[in-house]
């Protein structure tokens, strides 16, 4: 049985969901995306356990229609090279980056990397509940966390990650 | 020398501002020892900032209505909390209340078949009370946008739709919107509207597959009266406040055209 606190949760996640959905999916997509996860999470309602945090739940529903979405036949999926780097932005130092500039860098992400580093960045999720949001383990979550914010800092500045500081990164990712 | 004791992780933790207290000045000691380790982490943090400063805008836009309707539960729907909606609200609920009664009776049948007909009719029926009086949004997308809307609601039902053309008894689309169903996915209206402003709405459902097709059906509540049948595996619904025989030439005309293109 649905109450009206059900809707009332499920409402007030809604931006949320918009903002995440936005971000991922861009803005053509990301409405349908939501409104998709909504009447999904309608018919699994009972599946959701009460008294446990329904917004998790929710951006894990969204995850995996999104999947489901990119699976369909009919859509021609290429894995960019991990190592493609767009051209230098012409942006001086300092001056803001445009939507549109972190909607081409993020849609270069790896799908994995992406998802992370916006539930992180945008959600403020904890660790351990992105891994349990994307059904992975936390050691996943945060080697692809570092290596998506080192390629992200590549794309956005248009110089690889590092290369002031001369050599690589220092740190081992610890799993 | 670097700090054995220092990971990834806490790098992160840190430009997340999740870094435990405890674990502060290590990091912090790590970090001045190693200038490259200090860039990433401003990096990442900036990287968090702009995102929240690029995306954060779309917390504060107004959440299009057909997304607040479907975070509604499909029995109670969440349009009657919006004041535009609540004068269409008491209608409804007079509506709902008789063609519950109505559906009681059960029509003289009893096959599942029927029953989802006639939930079918009850639904279009509510739908059309509620948004009919609308008089600036009577419609999501407008007829201007025809191709789009056709296109839009055909994808979300997953079926080709085509809004029957009624212009020869008077009525012109003027759009349609996207609606919540009674549990087998969305359902579309579209709506007509003559000369003098009446309106009458379309409503088309999918319906499971494996539905028997049934006759044209007829149901009334107070002025209002809605024909609707379910042909292959969409119900169909149009309701308008006309009388039966008006508004049967019309189901008449509509079941002809859709006929023509199934």
Known sequence: MTTPEDSRQLQACLPGLRRYARALVGGLQADDLVQDTVERAWRKLGQWQRGGEMRPWLFSIMHNLHLDQLRRPGLALQELDDDSVLPAPERAPGQAIAIGEMDAALAR???????????????????EQVAATLDIPVGTVMSRLSRGRDKLRTLLDGRPAGSQGGGPPTLKVVK | MRTQAISEAQLHALADGVLPEGQRAAVD???????QDAARVDAWREQNRQLRALFDPVLDEAVQPH???????PAANGAWQRPAMQA????????????????????GGDTGDMRAASALARSAAIAHAVYTPEVRHPVEVGVAQEAHLVQWLSKRLGSTLRPPV??????????????????????????YEDGGGKRLTLYVAKERAGRQETAFRYTQEKDLGVFYWIDGQMGYALSARLP???????ADAVYTQLEAHG
């Not at chain 1, 992400?109 to 660790?127: F, H």
């Not at chain 2, 997304?67 to 539960?73: I, N």
């Not at chain 2, 212009?167 to 709506?191: E, K, N, W």
């Open chain 1, 109 to 127: 992400l790896p799908l994995g990397q992406r998802e992370v580093i916006l539930l992180v960045a945008l959600e403020q999720m904890p660790y």
């Open chain 2, 29 to 35: 000691a790590h970090l001045c020892a190693h200038p």
């Open chain 2, 67 to 73: 997304l607040m309707q479907a975070a509604s539960p």
């Open chain 2, 88 to 107: 269409a609200a008491a209608i409804v609920l007079v509506i709902a209340g008789g063609m519950g009664g109505w559906l009681l009776r059960g029509d």
């Open chain 2, 166 to 191: 009624l212009s020869p008894l008077g009525y012109h689309l003027i759009g349609g919107r996207l609606l919540p169903g009674d549990g087998d996915g969305p359902v579309a209206q579209f709506m």
């Open chain 2, 244 to 250: 039966k025989a008006e508004l049967g030439k019309i």
